[in-house]
């Protein structure tokens, strides 16, 4: 499912040319959700994330470079821990440890609103890498429970973008040659959404 619904982006278009469209073929349909889609995968390729939850039990695997003293370093945005095996085989409890930062709000109601991006072993646990061994880590990913305001608003943005230039070429003819011409970019509140919510490596 594509961050803005098909019901709320053809209302967005209706309501940017001014009620001029208002009714959409089957086939318009499809192209509008198939620009949704490649908006969305345009937001997570510019932002490394992706938004809301992903699906249960996906399992990702560290080694020792992971790792700095007590911290395990995720390689993706964390909602939440399903289970924690250390690279020896055993399970590590919830008690046993703290998701980072801390304060964290992966609904997005109070504290720091995001995501986990690490692990922090409390002092009675240590982690374990023997030779070939891995921590495994089964979870769901993703960024907050679902995708802020700003981002589904940029969703419809940028399919928006793509919708006005279904019929361009892209080249222009001067003079009896054909030129290829650069397109404009993305409007710049996308490139601001862009911006804030781009992943960076936390170590």
Known sequence: MSYATLADFKSYISEMTGGIQTTFTAAENTLLQQFLDQADAEIEGQTGRHFGQGANNHTHYYTEDDIDDDTLYLDADLISVITLTNGDGTAIASTDYFLLPMNASVS????????????????????????????????????????????????????????????????????????????????????????????????
Not at 112 to 123: C, N, P, R, T
Not at 177 to 182: G, I, K, P, S, V
Not at 187 to 202: L, M, N, S, T
């Open 108 to 203: 997005g109601e109070g504290a720091y609103d995001g995501s986990y991006w690490g692990i922090k072993l409390k002092s009675t646990k240590e982690w374990q890498t023997p030779t070939d061994g891995r921590i495994t880590l089964v979870g769901r990913w993703g960024y907050l429970q679902g995708a802020p305001i700003d981002v589904v608003r940029a969703a419809m943005r940028i399919a928006y973008w793509y919708w006005t230039k279904r019929n361009q070429t892209g080249s222009t003819e001067i003079a009896g040659a054909e030129l290829t011409q650069q397109s404009d970019s993305y409007p710049a509140d996308v490139r601001i959404v862009f911006e804030r919510y781009k992943r960076r490596v936390v170590r």
